[in-house]
């Protein structure tokens, strides 16, 4: 985050609503001018009374005290009228700045992080990004809601009450104002104590969340281990990490306004002895005194709530602290600027002097190449950890390559945009992913524009028809969330059916049939020998039953090809790929 403050920074980013902020704090102003104005009225009514016909109305012309009361009684509820509208217009402009804000922030925030690198959300908790775009702007948006009006208000109080104050009696008023300095310096001292405190709430919160959101995901695997007792455990102690750090704050924050208090009734013990001497020694007339009495209470006592809008404040600084560290997040992989059309593209893949490391760690893919001529499909195996995948994420442009190139039809794939370039890709993962919707919502995912009845053909070619018609709401089956109330298989079969629809000039395969049995295997292969026919085709599998058609073949070891070729040319090498072969078939040498 850059050296601004939180408030200068959100204020910046909100210009824009400036116009809707001046409106709303001028609303505000209003409201407390005529919120001031009873006691005002109250010491006129008492002058009206102890004076008659000597008051200060009937110094403007009216002498009859009981006009004089009518005027009076008019006067209030103008006042009482007009501060009640403020009210409800500052409330409402206040109120829907604030919903406004917070979702903008919420959408923007949201965006941004779609645009970020793969690498960033592998190294960041779900939960806490969750907690940042759900939770801290929920903060932002309560002091929006009320904090910014009580701040304004505060500072109208001040301004307005200590100009007739003085102009009453600069005397009382010097006195009356002096527990205000040391008011606004508590306020200062206490905002700066308690900054570090709630930003380390915001950041326990965080942890929390992320750790609910995995265990939630995780529930299958924590029942089967018998670990609730052990995740039961780490969640206690994580809560009461959060409880302490809120309960460090809490302390502080709860000191301030009784502190304040003690303050402020120094300065209404200055008003309410010193005025009522004056009014004995003829300096000050009792009308006077009324509203000085009044209105020092409406002078200092909301100084005492200065604790909680600061308190409040702060809660919500540090909530804005975390949302725009994030939206400061560098975006690490540079957009290309060539748009590409599928009617345009041939589809051949080139990847040339491929090296690539991630941002720790040693080299995982040394000095790649491999040419994927037009509608050929070519297939990469080896061992755990042997570099496939990560061939995979550079193909998609997840990450970019440390070295060397990849190239679309002669083009390097950074000079085009990464969506247009990701529109030519079906790409079903071994990490088989499901929203929580209908199987038609999930298949359609990505090509909103097909109809139902390329749906049911894009299932049908991935073999899914069949046990999606079987189910009782049919292809309006709900899934759950991440598509848990499907089997393994099941799943898999459906995000085919995604890729599919997608039309795609390449497909790319991560294990595409490694969560189904051997028959649908077979079912899978007969129906990607259709799909992948004339399209550019790149596979990773363990099952080499499913590759063995593939015009190339790549071995890897190390993150180096070690071997390459067709099927057929790889066995008679007697190499690697010839034991892995035997190995799966059960022609191992034992």
């Known amino acids: ?48 009374v102890v004076k008659g016909e000597e008051s200060f109305i009937a110094g403007l012309g009216v002498e009859n005290k009981i006009h004089q009361i009518y005027i009076l009684g008019v006067l209030t509820f103008i006042v009482w009228a007009l501060e009640s509208i403020f009210e409800f217009l500052f409330k409402v402009k206040w109120r829907n700045i604030a919903q406004d804000v917070q979702h903008d922030l919420r959408v923007e925030t949201y965006d941004h992080m779609q645009s970020l690198h793969i690498s960033f959300f592998e190294d960041q908790n779900t939960g806490n990004l969750t907690t940042i775009m759900n939770d801290d702007i929920n903060q932002l948006e309560r002091f929006l809601d009320v904090g910014a009006n009580d701040i304004i208000q505060v500072l109208t109080t001040v301004v307005t009450i200590g100009a007739i104050f003085f102009y009453i009696s600069p005397t009382i008023a010097c006195l009356s104002f002096l527990p205000v300095p040391f008011i606004l310096l508590g306020s200062f001292y206490f ?55 809120n ?85 690490a992989i540079d957009d290309g600027t ?95 992913y499901l929203f929580h919707g209908t199987i038609e919502e999930n298949i359609i995912y990505g090509s909103f524009d097909k109809t139902t009845n390329d749906v049911v053909q894009a299932a049908k070619l991935a073999e899914a028809d069949e046990f999606i018609s079987s189910l009782t709401d049919g292809y309006q089956t709900i899934v759950g969330e991440r598509g848990q109330k499907l089997s393994g298989g099941q799943r898999q079969r459906i995000c085919i059916a995604r890729a599919i629809l997608k039309n795609p000039k390449i497909f790319v395969f991560d294990e595409a049939t490694s969560a189904v049995d051997n028959e649908t295997e077979a079912a899978i292969q007969r129906s990607l020998n259709k799909i992948t026919k004339d399209r550019t085709t790149i596979m990773v599998a363990h099952r080499l039953s499913t590759i063995k058609h593939a015009d190339s073949i790549y071995v890897l070891e190390a993150g180096k090809i070690i071997e390459s070729g067709n099927h057929q040319a790889l066995l008679e090498k007697k190499g690697v790929y010839n034991a892995l072969w035997n190995v799966q078939t059960g022609n191992a040498t034992q």
């Open 191 to 245: 905002q700066k104590r308690i900054a570090p405190r709630y930003l380390g709430v915001r950041e326990e919160a965080g942890i929390l969340a992320s750790m609910l959101v995995n265990n939630l995901s995780g529930m299958m695997t924590i029942k089967s281990y018998v670990a609730q007792a052990f995740e039961k455990s780490r969640l206690v102690k994580q809560s009461l990490e959060y409880s302490s750090s």
């Open 338 to 432: 060539s748009e590409v059309f599928a009617d345009k593209i041939e589809g051949e893949l080139s990847l040339k002097n491929i090296s690539f490391k991630y941002n720790t760690g040693e080299e995982v893919l040394h000095d790649i190449n491999i040419d994927i001529a037009k509608g050929k499909t070519i297939a990469l195996v080896g061992t755990t950890g042997s570099g496939k995948s990560t061939i995979l994420k550079l193909l998609l442009r997840f990450y970019d390559v440390s070295s060397g190139e990849i190239l679309l039809d002669g083009q390097n794939i950074k000079k085009l945009k990464q969506n247009s370039y990701r529109s030519l890709i079906g790409f079903v993962s071994q990490d088989t």
């Open 1 to 48: 985050m850059n050296n601004k403050s939180p408030l200068s920074t959100l204020l910046f980013h909100i210009k824009g609503k400036r116009p809707e902020i001046i409106s709303a704090g001028t609303f505000s102003v209003l409201n407390k001018i005529f919120d001031i104005a009873p006691p005002i009225l109250i010491g006129f009514a008492v002058d009206t």
């Open 247 to 331: 309960k460090k704050a809490i302390i502080l924050s709860s000191s301030f306004s009784p502190l304040i208090r003690m303050v402020v009734l120094c300065g209404f013990l200055f008003s309410l002895v010193l005025g009522a001497i004056h009014v004995f020694d003829g300096k000050l007339d009792v009308g006077s005194y009324s509203v000085l009495i009044f209105m020092v209470q409406r002078l200092l006592w909301p100084l005492t709530r200065l604790g909680e809008t600061f308190d409040q404040y702060q809660r919500s600084m540090a909530s804005t602290q975390r949302i725009f560290s994030l939206l400061n997040t560098k975006v």
